[in-house]
């Protein structure tokens, strides 16, 4: 059955009343149609909406090995750990000796005499300067390998977000195209009718707001999904035109397809389930996972190492206030003459000598003092970092909680069954038993609820993300190659 012969169809003695005082139902019918399933004539007739560029789709893999190319703050942080590990490399350098030279000579009344000092001076640091020195350079280099770690950790988390929401903005304006395109469909019945006398001019009214109510959405979701794509292209240093989003293919306006495509977009993401599942787990399980979580954020190391890289600082303060020796050792040749006369005689040996600064002036207080003050700041800050973090992952998993009960909610009224209970208001409809307004409703509050899952669905992935994230958990495995 096509679509003229559905627009056709004979009513039944009942629905003859109906039809007269709703002329408009079966032009409406082509409209609800539409979004019934693939099994109707009508929407398989439909071509699938047209894809943004010619250019073959891009994944997510290769979304975050392009943001990896581009990000400067990755090139940052591997320039800081090269750095850091250079100062580590020299913190372990023991001081360099002085090598001295030195020549002496006087005369009187035809007596000369000449002293040539070579000599090597090299001081030592017995007091431990150089072992803290090389703890604060390590715990330097531990802290840059765990900001680097970080960074790229947000940036998984920047590419995962953006990506998700360029695919579902991208599916939003598929069905919203959809939704305009059988609109217009509609539309053109409706104006052919028109003009045979079949149906009044406000019912044909009612249906041109009707289809431009939804291109102004199609519009509005085309803008979306622009904007979303521009956000990735942005992350991957490219056009918004070379950035093509995979589409899920679905028959229908339901959120299944795209949650099938959620799931290939997040293989990876695991979470516990001592977060998700508050009901059925105790209060110390959770407790101690989320102590666990804390500790294994790269944001909580990088602040504990760099704690500890300035307690190491005070504990070098303190040393260097003891005087740091100096020992010498040289050669010593020596020519004396007694008179004009006489010859000279040569003398050689060996000098040696130790040196002691002398504490008078600088006592290194205030500088002991400083450093310490420091350690005690870094370790306060600390504290402030793992608080925050223990609520950054209190609300996402509470957030990711709330948006599932959301879902579960909703769910019952998608699908199937809602595919069925528009087939009855068709009927409804059809018999004369409602308005037309109060199918039009109908059709609305429909595409609204898939509207609403799809919202609920990307919702959901991107809190599954946030959660992740601020766990520690890497959203890609760590042996990838392009970490």
């Not at 899920?248 to 389930?273: E, I, K, Q, R």
Request: positive net charge.
């Amino acid at each position: 059955m096509n679509v003229s012969s559905r627009l056709r169809f004979a009513p039944s003695p009942r629905a003859q009343g109906a039809i007269v005082r709703h002329p408009a139902c079966v032009v409406v019918a082509a409209l609800l149609s539409a979004f019934m399933g693939p099994d109707l004539p009508l929407r398989a007739q439909e071509a699938p909406p047209p894809s943004t560029s010619a250019r073959a789709p891009i994944s997510l893999i290769e979304a975050r090995a392009a943001a990896y190319s581009a990000d400067a703050s990755i090139r940052a942080a591997r320039e800081g750990l090269n750095a850091a590990s250079a100062r580590e490399r020299q913190s372990l350098a023991r001081p360099n000796p002085t090598l001295a030279y030195g020549r002496e000579q006087t005369s009187r009344a035809g007596q000369a005499n000449a002293q040539d000092i070579a000599q090597f001076e090299w001081p030592l640091e017995i007091a431990g300067q150089r072992a803290a020195r090389a703890d604060a350079a390590r715990f330097r280099r531990q802290a840059a390998e765990a900001r680097l770690t970080a960074t790229t950790q947000s940036l998984d988390a920047q590419v995962v977000r953006a990506y998700i929401e360029a695919a579902s903005a991208q599916h939003r304006a598929g069905i919203a195209d959809v939704a305009a395109r059988t609109a217009a469909e509609a539309q053109r019945v409706s104006d052919e009718r028109l003009r045979a006398g079949d149906i009044a001019g406000y019912a044909a009214r009612r249906l041109r707001l009707e289809s431009a109510r939804y291109a102004a959405r199609r519009a509005e979701a085309a803008a979306a999904a622009r904007s979303a794509r521009e956000q990735l292209a942005l992350l991957m240093a490219r056009s918004v035109d070379a950035v093509v989003i995979p589409m899920a293919v679905t028959t229908d306006s339901s959120g299944s397809a795209f949650s099938a495509l959620l799931h290939g977009v997040l293989p990876s993401v695991t979470l516990p389930v001592a977060l998700t599942l508050t009901d059925t787990v105790p209060s110390a399980a959770r407790d101690s996972l989320m102590v666990n979580a804390v500790s294994a954020r790269p944001e909580l190391l990088v602040a504990k190492l760099e704690a500890q890289a300035v307690a190491a600082d005070a504990r070098l303060a303190a040393r260097e206030r003891l005087p740091v020796p100096a020992i010498s050792a040289g050669y010593k040749g020596e020519h004396v003459r007694n008179d004009a006369t006489s010859p000279s005689r040569a003398l050689s040996g060996f000098v040696a000598g130790v040196s002691i600064p002398l504490p008078l002036f600088d006592r290194r207080a205030g500088a002991l003092a400083a450093a310490n003050a420091t350690a005690r700041q870094a370790s306060a800050a600390t504290d402030v970092t793992q608080r925050l973090l223990a609520r950054e992952i209190a609300d996402a998993a509470g957030s990711l909680r709330a948006a599932e009960e959301m879902r579960a909610l909703l769910l019952p009224y998608v699908g199937d069954e809602a595919r069925v209970a528009l087939r009855a208001v068709q009927a409804a409809y059809a018999d004369g038993e409602i308005t037309l307004a109060e199918w039009l409703d109908a059709v609305r509050a429909w595409q609204e609820t898939e509207l609403a899952l799809l919202t609920l669905d990307t919702d959901i992935a991107l809190r599954r993300v946030a959660l992740a994230r601020a766990l520690g958990f890497p959203l890609f495995p760590v042996s990838d190659p392009v970490r």
